[in-house]
């Protein structure tokens, strides 16, 4: 090997060799590569003799390219020593990268991820250009590897591959010409799709993909896979050949899940695309829509015959058409109570996009059956992430319609179909059974029992039904022995021994990084075993989510301690350089982060379970390691752990004593005052959470607790906290031409703006177009285009807007929204109305709810001030209200406490120090987030449960009485129950000395109004509101 070393080093310079030196050196990177294969030991000496360097510099040499372009353009030609040495040096940097996780560092050190993609970019010989794509997937893989290994954590090396540079040279190789039978543009395209799939992973680098054209190239080739294998009969113009072998559309499918993964935006841009729409569009003959016949009622009847089961799924209800308008959100706002709750995703797809949505999940399901093993999970993975993305624009529309049966029968059909396909590949998985003895089967099967329980999660997770599908389907019976096999010592390779110094024992520091190999990472066999045991817990953790018998039936399966065990994280101290020492890190010594966040989520599914809490998780010893976790140094597992809190620190569970003992509360508080605005949203999430078990931690806890908690938080932060900390965002927001308006306010009934957090600011009017606003809005122009209506439109897109009274986004600008119609009722009730769905403005409005940074700052801090009050309510509650509430005077003041709670309280244009609304205000009231208003009435209602004296003070408030009084005939029903149980505790009567004190305070709760407010309720809608208005007027007139 040092002879070999040599020769290459001999040849000098690599700018102007004589073909006979080309040669030499290309016969000895041969020899080199043949020496090293299966050789970890002959590989780190390599590096330590820097090796690395020299093959950058063959592969940054001119020699070749010219050669290569020349072959490309006429022809044929036979290959020269020039990139002859360059596939070779290509193949050397594959077998150093298929060396693992410790040759990532130096090949990173060295440049070597830029040197192949400018090669990549400059060589169309299809030789040299499939091995630098076979020398990039080496790479990504073994780095994927890297990013699992508990002691490097911290590492700074990362595989920037897919640059915007890197992106478009990838997408160029996919929009070439694709001939048929192909051996070397198959493979680059599987290549390229499975270096997309592991370096997918942060959200930036998943926005780059989404605005270039990969994500639409996979797309159409999955399109033009369907109609090749006749699933659907497509009448439009011809699309690209398909890929021609199934494990290409395999890894391309992959591909797409790990771009659209983690965002609603990307997946309705990849399910919207326009080749996906035609493939259904353009699937029949007849001028009208028929793509109601890919539903599951008709089973996916493209080619005239079902493809699929037929689903004889009921109706829902009866039908109820509405003629108002649909074109202008704040105009149905104005109608009655039972035409609301109408999502913009409920009002489009009354336009037939239900249609499309429906046909595209049987279309996956159609995939999915058609396929086996890893192909098929695949196929079920995407299927879930559209039907989530499809689920997470679904609001409660207000009313059975269309579009509620269909989206029932959608996902009936997914139950019936999809999760039992899950379900027994889980069972594949679990009984170890095997699809062949070739080494493409035996990866098929690990994969398959690596992925099969994360993809079941995925598809069940926050839906009912399709949990006890799975449950049905066995899944709980398959996934338990999973986890428990997972836990079983594994054998591991074992290094191969050496007489000789091998160089990982040399001194780093006197080497070069490009010479110096990095950490080994957790040996494959564990990491196996580790993301086994993330996908069980994953699975559990969703089929726990809901229904109390499946917690019941998973802690008869005996896994518990199973979830205990996988809380414990890798030692402090561990090393991968342990390794060389004969110390083995083995799957029971502990959990990679990824299985930390999965065992902290199980655990919180499953501490909802009051008998379970009290008994297998107390008897488990679940709490100390859960308050461990509290202190990892990785935020996620931080934010984990304080979620499960949530659950172990309810009044009635026995860990509640263990936590304060250990010292919850003080890291709770901690947390809570470390976390804030300037650290992004995942700090504020932290920060809900952390007051979110505080909260619970509150309720019937000793009054010494209490106290302790209050000093700890500080009474001037958490007064602060339910102010508002951004003052500064809501400054820009406020200032002429500055800040977003997307999103950032919600209409009244009259459709004016709201600001979330304070009601009391107005000046929220800077109407920013959506398109100016996003960068990305350029792109998606450029993908669907300016269809004719948009054409017409003089006008950019309006504002997404927040209806708090209906729940409902939509989009707002004078007599537009995202339907192209003519926006007029029928002038019969028989008439029918079918508006025409725009994709490009429709996406407009996804993204500028899911991306625009202010209205996620503004959603997180509204959460923070819900759980702020919700503290002080629990604060008050219990028997010691009267003390705590004297506590809270004591310290921050009745007159500061109750300006608090009237900020919360008073209407848009109305100053809450006067109750006197500005000149410019509407007389018709505007309401804040229902959230803050429910916890801020009930802070009310339990000064009212406090002594006589207390009530006397709140009823002397009269900027809080006025401020309070619109809410009685809020469109929220739960405000509107709040009210009258807070009305109710102002009337009751203590005993007989405080009927005059009662006597009074309902005369001044008649004299603002309030007591003809709870008459009127008498009549309300909600039957919980009628009740308790009717005790209220019983209290009134026994006074």
Not at 173 to 198: F, K
Request: glycine share 8%; aromatic share 6%; charged share 20%.
């Amino acid at each position: 090997m040092v002879d070999t070393l040599a020769a290459i080093y001999h040849t000098g310079s690599m700018e102007a060799l004589p073909e006979v030196e080309l040669e030499a050196q290309a016969t000895a990177l041969r020899k080199l590569k043949n020496e090293i294969v299966g050789h970890d030991q002959r590989k780190e000496r390599l590096v330590c003799d820097g090796v690395v360097d020299m093959l950058v510099g063959v592969l940054s040499s001119q020699h070749g390219t010219t050669g290569s372009r020349k072959s490309d353009a006429n022809g044929p030609a036979p290959p020269t020593w020039s990139w002859t040495q360059k596939d070779e040096a290509t193949f050397v940097i594959c077998t150093l990268a298929n060396g693992g996780a410790a040759f990532i560092p130096p090949l990173y050190a060295a440049g070597v991820p830029q040197v192949l993609m400018d090669l990549l970019a400059q060589t169309t010989a299809p030789r040299l250009r499939t091995a630098t794509l076979q020398a990039f997937w080496n790479i990504v893989s073994a780095w994927s590897a890297l990013r699992e290994d508990p002691g490097d954590a911290a590492s700074p090396v990362r595989v920037d591959v897919l640059t915007k540079e890197g992106i478009e040279v990838l997408s160029g190789i996919l929009g070439s010409t694709l001939s048929d039978g192909d051996h070397n543009q198959q493979l680059q395209l599987r290549l390229i799709a499975d270096i997309v799939t592991v370096s997918a992973t942060t959200e930036a680098m998943k926005a780059l993909l989404c605005q270039s054209p990969i994500l639409d190239q996979f797309a159409d080739f999955l399109a033009a896979y369907s109609i090749a294998s006749e699933h659907v009969e497509y009448y439009g113009d011809t699309l690209r050949p398909p890929p021609s072998t199934p494990g290409t559309v395999t890894s391309m499918m992959s591909a797409i899940c790990s771009i659209i993964s983690g965002s609603t935006y990307r997946t309705h841009r990849f399910f919207l695309s326009p080749t996906i729409r035609d493939l259904f569009t353009q699937s029949w003959l007849a001028s009208s829509d028929q793509r109601h016949l890919f539903g599951a009622r008709h089973g996916f009847a493209s080619t005239g015959e079902p493809l699929l089961p037929l689903l004889h799924i009921p109706a829902y209800g009866t039908t109820t058409h509405h003629y108002g308008s649909r074109a202008f959100p704040a105009m149905a706002a104005l109608q009655n109570q039972e035409r609301r709750g109408r999502s913009v995703f409920a009002t489009i797809t009354q336009g037939g996009d239900v249609d499309h949505v429906n046909a595209v999940c049987s279309w996956l399901l159609l995939l999915a059956r058609s396929m086996q093993g890893h192909s098929r999970l695949v196929a079920l993975n995407l299927l879930a992430l559209v039907n989530n993305a499809i689920d997470a624009d679904s609001f409660d529309v207000g009313h059975r319609s269309e579009y509620m049966q269909k989206n029932r029968e959608r996902k009936k059909q997914i139950a019936l179909l999809g999760v039992p396909l899950a379900a027994k590949l889980v069972q594949m998985a679990s009984e170890g059974r095997s699809s062949g003895s070739d080494r493409s089967a035996q990866n098929d099967d690990m994969l398959v029992k690596e992925q099969a329980c994360d993809v079941l999660a995925l598809l069940v997770r926050e839906f009912d039904e399709l949990q006890v599908a799975a449950v049905d389907a066995g899944a709980i019976k398959y996934i338990c022995p999973l986890l428990k096999k997972s836990f079983d010592p594994v054998p591991l390779a074992k290094p191969m021994w050496s007489a000789r110094r091998t160089a990982g024992n040399a001194d780093p520091t006197t080497l070069s990084p490009t010479r110096r190999s990095g950490s080994q990472g957790l040996p494959p066999e564990t990491l196996h075993a580790m993301r086994c045991r993330q996908g069980a817990l994953q699975a559990l953790a969703a089929l726990a989510e809901k229904e109390d018998v499946h917690r019941k039936a998973i802690v008869e399966a005996g896994v518990v301690p199973c979830i205990f065990d996988s809380l414990k994280p890798f030692p402090p101290g561990y090393s991968t350089g342990d390794r060389r020492r004969g110390q083995v890190i083995g799957p029971k010594d502990g959990s990679t982060t990824a299985v930390l966040l999965a065992a902290c989520r199980a655990a919180k599914t499953m501490a909802r379970s009051v008998s379970l809490l009290r008994t297998s998780l107390v008897d488990a010893g679940i709490a100390k390691p859960i308050f461990q976790l509290l202190h990892h140094a990785d935020p996620r597992v931080q934010l984990a752990a304080t979620d499960a809190c949530i659950n172990l620190l309810l009044e009635f569970s026995p860990m509640r004593e263990d936590l304060i003992a250990e010292g919850v509360v003080k890291t709770l508080c901690s947390q809570a005052k470390r976390c804030g605005p300037g650290g992004g949203n995942g700090d504020l999430r932290l920060r809900v959470s952390s007051l979110w078990a505080l909260k619970h931690l509150m309720s019937a806890s000793p009054k010494e607790i209490k106290i302790k908690t209050l000093e700890e938080l500080g009474t001037g932060w958490l007064i602060g906290v339910i102010r508002g900390e951004q003052q500064q965002v809501r400054e820009y927001i406020s200032a002429p031409g500055g800040g977003v308006s997307v999103g950032l306010s919600a209409p009244n009934a009259a459709g004016e703006r709201v600001d979330l957090l304070n009601p009391q600011s107005s000046g929220m009017d800077v109407d920013v177009d959506v398109d100016e606003a996003d960068p990305l809005a350029e792109d998606d122009d450029e993908q669907f285009g300016n269809d004719e209506a948009c054409a017409n439109d003089e006008e950019g897109d309006g504002e997404v807007m927040f209806d708090i009274s209906s729940s409902t986004h939509y989009q707002a600008s004078q007599l537009r929204s995202t339907l192209h119609s003519h926006n007029h009722p029928p002038a019969s009730p028989t008439a029918t109305h079918v508006p025409v769905f725009s994709s490009r403005r429709y996406l407009s409005s996804v993204r500028a709810i899911e991306q625009t940074p202010a209205l996620r700052a503004q959603q997180a801090e509204v959460a923070v001030q819900e759980q702020a009050l919700d503290f002080i309510r629990n604060l008050l509650n219990g028997e010691d209200c009267s003390s705590m509430f004297d506590h809270l005077l004591q310290l921050i003041g009745g007159a500061r406490i109750f300006d608090v709670l009237t900020e919360k309280l008073v209407p848009v244009g109305i100053d809450p120090a006067t109750g006197n609304g500005s000149a410019t205000s509407s007389t018709r009231p505007i309401y804040g987030p229902s959230a803050l208003i429910v916890s801020t009435v009930n802070i009310l209602t339990h000064i009212a449960n406090a002594l006589p004296r207390h009530k006397q003070l709140l009823i002397a408030q009269k900027p809080l009485l006025k401020a309070w009084l619109p809410h009685f005939s809020h469109p929220d029903r739960m405000v509107r129950v709040a009210c009258v149980w807070a009305v109710n505790s102002l009337t009751w009567i203590d005993d007989e000395s405080d009927r005059r004190d009662a006597r009074q305070r309902a005369q001044e709760l008649r004299a603002c109004g309030i007591e003809g407010a709870v008459r009127r309720l008498l009549g309300d809608e909600d039957l919980d509101v009628r009740e308790r208005a009717r005790t209220g007027v019983r209290q009134f007139e026994q006074l």
